[in-house]
C-alpha cells in the first residue's frame, strides 16, 4: 500500500507560478513510476508528467518548458513547479503512483489539490 497526499494548489494570476508536493509513505520501494494527472472541469483525467523509478522524465506537450518535475528522495516526494501558468491549467491536479511487486502492480492516487489561474 502506498499513500500519497497531496499539498501547494491554490489561486494564481496568469503567468505566475505555483509548486505542487506530493508526499508518498507506505510502500514506496515498490513505486516504478510516479506522476500528476489534472482534470478539468467536464474533461477527462489527463497525463501532466511523470518520473520513472530510473529518474527519467515526461511532460505533456502543452506544458513542457513551463513545468518541472522533480524528486527530492526517489520515491518519497514529488514536486511539480508550474510556471507560466496559463486559465487552461485550471484543474483539479492529483498525485498518482505505479507499483510492481513483480507479479502485479497496482494504482494509487491522492486525493488531489485545486490548482485555479485567473486570467
Known amino acids: 500500500q502506498v499513500q500519497l497526499v497531496e499539498s501547494g494548489g491554490g489561486l494564481v494570476q496568469a503567468g505566475g507560478s505555483l509548486r505542487l508536493s506530493c508526499a508518498a509513505s507506505g510502500s514506496t520501494f515498490s513505486i516504478s513510476y510516479i506522476g500528476w494527472y489534472r482534470q478539468a472541469p467536464g474533461k477527462h483525467r489527463e497525463l501532466v508528467a511523470g518520473?520513472?523509478?530510473?529518474?527519467?522524465?515526461h511532460y505533456q506537450d502543452s506544458v513542457k518548458g513551463r513545468f518541472t518535475i522533480s524528486s527530492d528522495n526517489p520515491k518519497n516526494t514529488l514536486n511539480l513547479q508550474m510556471n507560466s501558468l496559463k486559465p487552461e491549467d485550471t484543474a483539479v491536479y492529483f498525485c498518482?503512483?505505479?507499483?510492481?511487486?513483480?507479479?502485479?502492480?497496482?494504482?494509487?492516487w491522492g486525493q488531489g489539490t485545486q490548482v485555479t489561474v485567473s486570467s
Open positions: 518520473i520513472t523509478s530510473g529518474g527519467i522524465t
Open positions: 498518482n503512483a505505479r507499483t510492481w511487486n513483480g507479479v502485479e502492480g497496482s494504482d494509487y
